[in-house]
């Protein structure tokens, strides 16, 4: 995707096989590449959130590996050091299930081998993964194309009016992104479509990300406070609402930003589709009970206390609470299944049920 008219990955290689990462937590007043030189780093990143979006955080994990790959070689018990790397990228962030797929992937291949052969092997993986998210975007965008063109047959004479949470774009993936891609595919085709752009506190990825992104391709938006959906919503003006997902349960269980429970919820009591984009490698086909077994990251409450903006010529920080208000901040809460009217994967549409993942992924299921 774009970004001031230039084409873009979230991530990428430099010359000197350094990780090259675009630096979210600037956007949109200031466009970084920071490079991620040691796995420490990537941890950090990770943690802190310069890379985000369940799909980006397993891709990053994997150049982890890479780089934890390399330094173990310089290391007296290089499987040991491996073996820790791999358990402290796992641990930078709890909810996503995309950052254990991609380690454990990594991890489990490059214990068979032998260690001079892993920064070679490790790094085809990483790259593998990286252009299989970008593969799964553009096939969930194709997907989900049809959604928008039957709406755009009801509707001949006006926009399509899609509502989406936080930052499921192509910053949140590799390119292309998750709840974005059908966008994106309709407005290349020339489908008149606009987005509402839910602000989504505490971070703002909505208005900061999700915005930006749709501003550098084209794409008509609103930004709307968080809480303004169910209005929209009563008063026929959203024709769809898509998100991303950062865990998806076997039974179709739906973790994503928090906020999403109550969009399904006023989607629902409208009769307005819901639909969740999510790729494979964000479904954990392990799960059952998304409210019972999804662990639900509580990050920093300062992150809710405190706003970044642009002031004139910097970006700065105010506070909004009393300062001695305590706050509490979950990062994620559970959608369940049945308030989904569907899941948009890489193969295909299904139902957020069992049967429904089963049928476009019999592989993942034990036999009865």
């Known amino acids: 995707m774009r970004i001031h008219h230039q084409p873009y990955h979230t991530i990428w290689l430099s010359e000197a096989h350094k990780v090259q990462v675009i630096d979210q937590r600037l956007l949109p007043h200031r466009f970084e590449v920071k490079q991620l030189a040691d796995t420490s780093s990537v941890v950090t990143a990770i943690a802190d959130m310069v890379v985000r979006g369940a799909p980006l955080i397993g891709v990053t994990a994997a150049f982890g590996m890479y780089l934890a790959s390399k330094e173990a070689l310089q290391n007296n018990d290089p499987k040991a050091y491996l073996q820790l790397a791999a358990q402290q990228l796992r641990s930078a962030r709890p ?115 999700t915005a930006f992104e749709l501003g550098q391709e084209g794409v008509p938006h609103t930004v709307i406070a968080d809480n303004t959906g169910g209005h929209l919503m009563q008063h026929g003006m959203v024709d769809l609402v898509i998100v991303g997902t950062d865990r998806t349960t076997a039974t179709g269980d739906v973790a994503n930003k928090i906020g999403t429970y109550l969009k399904a919820l006023a989607a629902f009591d409208n009769q307005v589709p819901f639909y969740v984009a999510a790729p494979s490698s964000s479904i954990d086909f392990q799960l059952q009970d998304g409210l019972s077994e999804i662990p639900i990251e509580t990050r920093d409450a300062n992150e809710v206390k405190w706003i970044q903006g642009w002031d004139g010529d910097r970006l700065t920080k105010v506070l909004l609470t009393p300062e001695d208000s305590p706050a509490v901040n979950y990062g994620f809460d559970v959608t369940p299944a049945r308030l989904v009217t569907g899941l948009i994967t890489e193969r295909g549409i299904c139902t957020a049920s069992e049967a429904g993942l089963r049928g476009l992924f019999p592989e993942r299921f034990p036999n009865d």
């Open 95 to 209: 909810t996503a299930v995309n950052l254990a797929w991609a380690v454990d992937q990594l991890e489990s291949i490059l214990m068979k081998l032998p260690p001079a052969s892993w920064p070679e092997r490790a790094l085809e993986l990483a790259e593998q993964l990286k252009a299989d998210d970008i593969g799964y975007s553009e096939a969930m965008g194709e997907n989900g194309l049809p959604l928008i063109e039957a709406l755009t047959q009801q509707h001949p004479n006006r926009a399509i009016n899609i509502l989406t949470h936080c930052n499921a774009g192509w910053l949140a993936t590799i390119d292309w992104g998750t709840a974005t891609a059908p966008i994106y595919k309709a407005h290349r085709k020339g489908i008149p479509v606009h987005v509402w752009v839910d602000e989504t506190r505490p971070r703002n990825q909505g208005a900061s990300l």
